[in-house]
């Protein structure tokens, strides 16, 4: 199902839920009841319970972003460093050359065609993208240097794999979700209180009243899935991107 039409569906119906129950609430009160007679103390509580509940949504927000941001920033980081090892390597022999730029290419191609798609669909790594990566760990590093100019290329070049490969490793810890289960429980429960106050308030059945409760319960709805889209930077709707790859190396198709 397309992540649009689930934020659609789940929008309409926290709509709903919000006017099927206020609308059963005023059938069902007393004749005698007057909404206008709200205790301060639930007006004071329901202010709080809003405030409070904006500001652990605004974090929850705030820190999936920034896990999405530091995930593009790890894949620009392995694409990076990949790069520099592939235009370095240019004072090599050339069949020394060659080889280390295949096994660069080599990997690149296995990331953005498969690895990619399987971080999205099982939150993971690939062994073959290990595998790929440890051959040109190999290739770089068993080189041994014959002139002054190779030896002053060696270093940069094994620091450089060793830069991708950390941001390898970064990139896999970012896979799959980074909420912790107790905080969806937080911010779900605190939906429910802080729409469930909306009734506290004993509001009436009028048009703009509906309206407003309507849009409240779809703005938290909207910010939920938000946080829940965000979540997982590689697998889902405004999830970070193989573009680093694709720039630094337009060889490679995506």
């Given at each position: 199902?397309?992540?649009?039409?689930?934020?659609?569906?789940?929008?309409?119906?926290a709509c709903s839920v919000v006017v099927i129950i206020t609308l059963l609430r005023h059938r069902r009160a007393a004749e005698d009841e007057d909404p206008s007679e709200?205790?301060?103390v639930i007006e004071y509580m329901t202010m709080w319970i809003g405030v409070v509940y904006a500001i652990v949504l605004g974090l929850a927000i705030a820190g999936v972003w920034e896990g999405r941001?530091?995930?593009?920033?790890?894949?620009?980081?392995?694409?990076?460093a990949l790069h520099e090892v592939s235009e370095r390597v240019r004072v090599y022999p050339a069949e020394i050359r060659e080889r280390i730029?295949?096994?660069?290419?080599?990997?690149?191609?296995?990331?953005?065609?498969?690895?990619w798609k399987t971080m999205a669909d099982h939150d993971r790594l690939t062994d073959e993208g290990t595998e790929l990566l440890d051959r040109l760990r190999r290739d770089v590093t068993d080189y041994e240097p014959r002139t002054d100019f190779e030896a002053q290329a060696y270093q940069p070049l094994v620091d450089q794999v060793a830069a991708a490969d950390q941001a390898r490793s970064a990139r896999a810890e970012s896979t799959g979700a980074t909420m912790p289960g107790?905080?969806?429980?937080?911010?779900?429960?605190?939906?429910?209180?802080?729409?469930?106050m909306i009734f506290a308030l004993q509001i009436r059945r009028t048009r703009r009243e509906l309206i407003l409760a309507g849009l409240f319960s779809a703005l938290i709805a909207f910010l939920l899935f938000l946080i829940w889209d965000f979540?997982?930077?590689?697998?889902?709707?405004?999830a970070a991107t193989a573009d680093p790859f694709l720039r630094l190396f337009p060889e490679v198709k995506g």
């Open positions: 199902m397309p992540e649009w039409l689930v934020l659609t569906l789940a929008m309409l119906a709200t205790p301060d941001s530091a995930a593009q920033d790890n894949v620009r980081a392995e694409a990076v730029r295949d096994d660069v290419n080599a990997y690149v191609g296995h990331v953005v065609t498969t690895e107790v905080v969806w429980f937080g911010l779900v429960t605190g939906a429910v209180i802080t729409i469930g979540d997982a930077p590689y697998s889902r709707g405004l």
